[in-house]
């Protein structure tokens, strides 16, 4: 079992020198991170202003332009060579070793040799550049990141809490991760335990949260839990009634000593509520008090907050207005869940602290969420058009691409840029294993539509030390997975397919931590380059309005077919009588959908006539309710 010192030892010099922990948690010397081959990239070359982005990634050039010829910025260079790619072996090794990125204190190397990104490339981005470590610097400083929401943006304060801009924050942060590292080590040991088994402890975490407040926890939990944690943890980050009812089947009698997490910013995603309901139906059914078993991870004063404080609840962790849903798995968000798994959260911070560091240099170089961003702004064309297939080969980051998928998508997926021109910005991400992959679409990769680049995750070891074997002489099982691994990159350079290639030495909880913050930094940078705001979401507000919209109509329907249905003898209607009575003649296709959704649902609906012709349907409820249906 582990220990608190274990899920959050203080052991590593590089945690203490970041300055993160509170004197309760750790304290200790400093050991700045250091850097390598810091030759700066540029000097003094003349730069040149881009043409119109937009125009130049949609062109296609006609056939017979000679390559290059004509062009006048890189990119339009780039379009008019097809993107084709260096391929003299000599060359490419030459280009591999000049541009590899390593950071020793991380055991990370990034290689962009794949990418066929020109020195003229990135010259002519150096402006953007600078101007992107500019925003960076700002923000880290507290300034108002996210104009649309008048909010700050402080994820990189979680793991260098020195950073935040006023003392007030910085307790904040130290207050909420001494007791977060407090109240995991209790619930491990024993002291703080179920109610209904007084002499055991809690064995299972359920948590409930959806988005930024589900995937880098289950992420994390994916890529670092080990295989007998203090508490297993399970998810529900849906409003399937279905996924919920097997979550708690599976639990079984271990739900009374299950500690349920609910985690929302907002406090009010309708989704995690629902999650919420149904988990309190299935303690009350079982007769155990989910107040004793509940903790809530939200904002202060929130509608979560407020029901677990009136409910009272086991215990209650701050989710911070200045940390947005998808970066938040450096908070409570992510952490809470970790601790509780018996993982070193505090490595997770070392991490991602000395990732954040790298990432602060303004030599493009030795910045590896820099040298990232520029290669999604070449290989995408800085508008987008073509997606980031991210093939982790190892099984425990399967959940990686997911994870990017909330924080690239949601970041940079955008109508609008900073000046409010339309722009339709954004990274598509995708992608599941290597080399599992590689049975199920790395077939269309290799020789279909080239709309993509990739990027490896390579883990160089295969099996903890005196594990491993060779399942035929000289060869091992991890030798396979490597070899498929490079066998893919080179299949698919060949045709002139670009792959960027992070490696790591292990899946650690510093190495997750570093990936963690590489990629949000590479989006905050690649934000910057594309002039767009990647801290708000305003496009996921149209389908939750209009979710709501279909749930007030469903209840107008039903109100209207409960008078009908209490009338002697029953009325039967039409779609379009009902529609008609609703006022809402233009939503009759939904109403349809309603009605044959609930009838489905054995909802006391009945609906005599043919389905698939719906203009034959009649419909009535099986039982009116004289009283008004929704009081
Ligand atoms: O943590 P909350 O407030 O429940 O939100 C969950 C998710 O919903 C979103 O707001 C999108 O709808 C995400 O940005 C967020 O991570």
Redesign the pocket.
């Known amino acids: 079992m582990a220990s608190i010192s274990g899920i959050c030892s203080s052991s590593s010099s590089a945690l203490k020198s970041h300055k993160i922990f509170p004197p309760a948690c750790a304290g200790g010397k400093n050991l700045r991170g250091a850097k390598w081959a810091a030759t700066p990239l540029i000097g003094g070359a003349t730069r040149q202003r881009g043409g119109p982005l937009r125009s130049v990634a949609r062109d296609t050039p006609p056939a017979d332009v000679a390559l290059g010829a004509g062009a006048s910025t890189p990119l339009e260079k780039k379009q008019k060579s097809r993107g084709g790619v260096e391929k003299d072996p000599v060359v490419l090794w030459r280009r591999y070793v000049d541009w590899l990125y390593q950071n020793k204190e991380l055991g990370l190397f990034l290689d962009v040799s794949r990418i066929g990104f020109t020195d003229e490339f990135f010259e002519w981005m150096e402006p953007k550049l600078q101007k992107a470590f500019a925003d960076m610097r700002e923000l880290e400083k507290g300034a108002i990141a996210n104009p649309d929401e008048g909010r700050m943006v402080g994820h990189y304060w979680l793991r260098n809490p020195e950073l935040s801009p006023t003392a007030f924050l910085r307790f904040q942060i130290q207050n909420t991760l001494v007791s977060i590292c407090e109240f995991a080590g209790k619930v491990i040991n024993g002291e703080i335990k179920p109610p209904s088994c007084p002499t055991g402890r809690f064995t299972q975490v359920l948590s409930v949260?959806?988005?930024?407040?589900?995937?880098g926890p289950q992420f994390v939990a994916e890529a670092l839990a080990p295989d007998n944690p203090p508490l297993k943890i399970r998810f529900i980050d849906n409003t399937d009634p279905a996924g919920i009812d097997h979550q708690i089947a599976q639990l079984g009698p271990e739900l009374a000593s299950t500690l349920v997490i609910v985690?929302?910013?907002?406090?009010?995603?309708p989704?995690?509520r629902n999650g919420l309901l149904e988990v309190q139906k299935a303690f009350r059914e079982a007769g155990l008090d989910f107040s004793k078993q509940g903790v809530a991870i939200?904002?202060e004063n929130?509608l979560?907050d407020n029901t677990a404080r009136i409910e009272g609840w086991v215990a209650r962790f701050p989710?911070f207005d200045w940390v947005?849903?998808?970066t938040?798995e450096m908070s409570a968000?992510g952490l809470l869940p970790a601790a509780l798994q018996g993982i070193d959260i505090k490595e997770m911070l070392v991490g991602a602290s000395i990732m954040d560091e790298a990432n602060r240099s303004t030599v493009v170089k030795n910045n590896p969420a820099a040298l990232l961003a520029l290669c999604w702004y070449w290989a995408s064309d800085g508008v987008g058009s073509k997606d980031m297939v991210v093939l982790p080969y190892k099984d425990s980051l399967l959940l990686f691409s997911r994870y990017l998928q909330?924080l690239v998508m949601?970041s940079l997926g955008k109508e609008f840029d900073l000046d409010g021109n339309r722009v339709n910005q954004g990274l598509s991400v995708y992608g599941n294993k290597g080399s599992t992959d590689q049975h199920a679409y790395i077939q269309q990769l290799r020789e279909g539509v080239h709309n993509f680049f990739v990027t490896f995750i390579e883990v160089l070891r295969d099996r903890p030390p005196g594990h491993d074997w060779e399942l035929e002489p000289g060869v091992t099982c991890g030798d396979y997975l490597f070899g498929m691994m490079q066998g893919t990159r080179a299949a698919l350079y060949s045709n002139d397919r670009e792959s960027i290639t992070v490696t790591v030495q292990e899946v650690t909880p510093r190495a997750v931590g570093a990936l963690i913050a590489l990629y949000e930094r590479a989006v905050g940078l690649y934000a910057s380059l594309v002039n767009i705001n990647a801290y708000h979401?305003p496009g996921?507000?149209a389908?939750?309005k209009a979710a709501g919209e279909v749930l007030a109509l469903q209840k107008r329907v039903l109100t209207i077919l409960n008078e009908a249905s209490c009338k002697e003898p029953v009325e039967p209607l039409t779609l379009e009588e009902i529609a008609d009575r609703c006022h809402a003649a233009e939503e009759i296709e939904m109403i349809y959908k309603i009605i044959a959704h609930m009838a489905a649902n054995d909802r006391a609906i009945i609906a005599e006539g043919n389905c698939g012709s719906p203009r034959s349907i009649k419909v009535f409820l099986g039982e009116c309710n004289v009283d008004d249906l929704f009081t």
Do not use: D, F, P
Request: zero cysteines.
């Open positions: 949260g959806i988005g930024g407040s589900a995937l985690i929302s910013k907002s406090g009010g995603t989704e995690t939200t904002q929130s979560l989710m947005g849903g998808r938040s968000v909330q949601e979401q996921v507000e389908g939750k």
